[in-house]
């Protein structure tokens, strides 16, 4: 007995939508398509094993004397049937496809019109198309491309419109070239967008086996290019990305970019999601530069009101993230944009997920009264978060240590540092990366306490150290402290 599973037909028939098998038995039931009736036999006998195809009932004897009920089995003859039905399987999922790519449709009928040489109605789609894909250079996919292709058909068109025509004017000569030329540029634009576009993929990936070479490449390939070669939006775009990337992006460079993002791009109605992404490297970006340059904290800041304005910040769950929404706070409350901050989480509060809601409007609270001076309040706020997540947990076991240090209260902040470190050397589900950095938190404030103690310390080198440190919180709090410290 033969079982048909293992058929490529088969294969073909699982990736169908039942929509798409409805449509299929209406393709092969018409003699446009199929002339063979026991095709539509066939494809009967099979369908009704749809989606899984794993059934008794698809032995090939079974499902030849379903279509041929009088005859004996042949192997050869239901092997073409099979085959048959398989290549008309092919062409439709083949049809779907393209009839998914409007512009390639309009590409082949143009051309088939200049085949015909029916010019009017070649001039009219030409217009069409070209209408279609104007202005969406950040909407379209491969906008350049098509540029290139609605230029081919042009200069076809006009080709054909002049064979024969010993007397073309010297204005269809020169429209003529304009077309080469430009179909040139918009193909030339095609490959530096698509190159700027691997570039950006790899680094952002990291997936560079030799990073040294590859960042080379990225350098060669922009110093190769003239800035008259990125004046469209969407290279421009892409470039100064890859700049950001490479960190070889000047300030008023970076500020064109997040101009692009947060202004351009929603002007022409870009993908929001494209934009969230563009949105979050940005901010990745500040971050990095706000260790050196404190601007970029009020550039993150920006970012980030511009993200809550057009309520672009939605993850999978529909909610924002507990670490934006952290971020958020975390960036408002260091740079007092109090009013701005309570206004969003009284908008906001709701696009947060019910479940942290109460803990994000403790956290803000007690930011808000640590970097106002009301260290007490904050430790009050502190004292009735819950420890919904691991981060949360340690936001608020380094606040508080902060708090008491404040208030001087030496000997709950000792006692609160062992504890720190405990939590630290007993907690499985911290990433090492976060844990190196908690450490040295704990490291510095233990330094730092002792400094206060009378104990003696090497305060410039310790401000020397912290000053390298990239990714420590509160680092600016520490710097001050020391400051105070030296003075006294």
């Known amino acids: 007995m033969h079982l048909m599973i293992n058929t490529l037909l088969i294969d ?21 398509f199929n002339k063979q009736t026991p095709l539509i036999k066939l494809f009967d006998q099979i369908k009704i094993y749809y989606p899984e195809f794993r059934n008794e ?20 003859s239901m092997k073409n049937l099979i085959f048959d039905l398989q290549k008309l399987a092919e062409k439709f999922i083949t049809d779907q496809e393209i009839q998914k790519n409007k512009f390639e449709l309009k590409k082949s009928l143009i051309n088939t019109l200049q085949s015909r040489k029916l010019n009017n109605l070649c001039e009219k789609n030409l217009k069409e198309l070209e209408k279609d894909i ?11 491309l098509k540029l290139h292709f609605i230029n081919e058909l042009k200069i076809n068109n006009t080709f054909e419109s002049s064979k024969g025509n010993i007397n073309v004017s010297d204005k269809v000569r020169s429209e003529y070239l304009d077309l080469c030329f430009n179909s040139i540029k918009h193909l030339k634009k095609y490959y ?7 570039y950006n993929y790899v680094i952002t990936n990291k997936i560079i086996p030799d990073t ?19 004046e469209d939006t969407s290279l421009n775009l892409e470039l100064n990305f890859l700049k950001m990337n490479l960190g070889k992006i000047t300030e008023d460079e970076f ?32 971050r990095l530069k706000y260790k050196t340059d404190k601007i970029y904290l009020t550039y993150g800041l ?53 479940d942290y809601r109460e803990s994000i409007v403790l956290f803000y609270n007690a930011f808000k009264n640590f970097r106002t001076g009301d260290f007490n309040n904050s430790l009050v706020f502190l004292s009735k978060m819950k420890s919904d997540d691991i981060f949360n947990k340690n936001y608020i076991k380094e606040l508080t240590i902060i708090n008491y240090f404040e208030l001087k209260y030496f000997d709950l902040l000792n006692e ?24 040295k938190f704990a490291a510095y404030m233990n330094k730092l306490f002792k400094s206060v103690s009378g104990k003696k310390a090497d305060l410039s080198f310790l401000k020397k150290q912290i000053l390298k440190e990239k990714e420590l919180l509160f680092k600016e709090w520490f710097i001050s402290k020391l400051e105070e410290t030296k003075k006294q």
């Open 134 to 144: 104007m202005g969406k250079e950040i909407i379209e996919k491969d906008y350049f």
């Open 192 to 198: 530096i967008l698509d190159a700027l576009r691997f």
């Open 212 to 230: 040294d070479k590859g960042i080379k490449d990225c350098e060669t390939f922009i110093s190769i290019y003239k800035d008259e070669d990125f």
């Open 416 to 439: 609160q540092l062992e504890t720190y470190k405990k939590f630290l050397a007993n907690n499985e589900s911290l990433p090492d990366s976060y844990k190196t950095e908690f450490y």
């Open 57 to 76: 009932g698809l032995r090939k004897e079974i499902v030849y004397s379903g279509i041929l009920p009088h005859k004996k089995y042949n192997y050869g």
């Open 12 to 32: 073909i028939l699982r990736t169908f939508s039942a929509e798409e098998i409805k449509k299929f038995r209406e393709m092969i039931s018409s003699p446009y």
């Open 302 to 354: 920006e970012i980030y009101k511009s993200m809550v304005m057009h309520e672009n910040f939605n993850d999978s769950s529909g909610y924002m993230s507990m670490i934006m929404a952290r971020n958020i706070i975390l960036i408002a409350t260091e740079l007092m944009e109090f009013e701005w901050c309570e206004s969003f989480l009284n908008s906001h509060l709701n696009r947060i997920h019910p």
């Open 255 to 286: 500020l064109k970019f997040k101009k692009l993002v947060l202004t351009d791009l929603y002007e022409l109605k870009a993908d929001k999601s494209i934009i969230f992404a563009y949105s979050v490297y940005l901010i990745s970006y500040c």
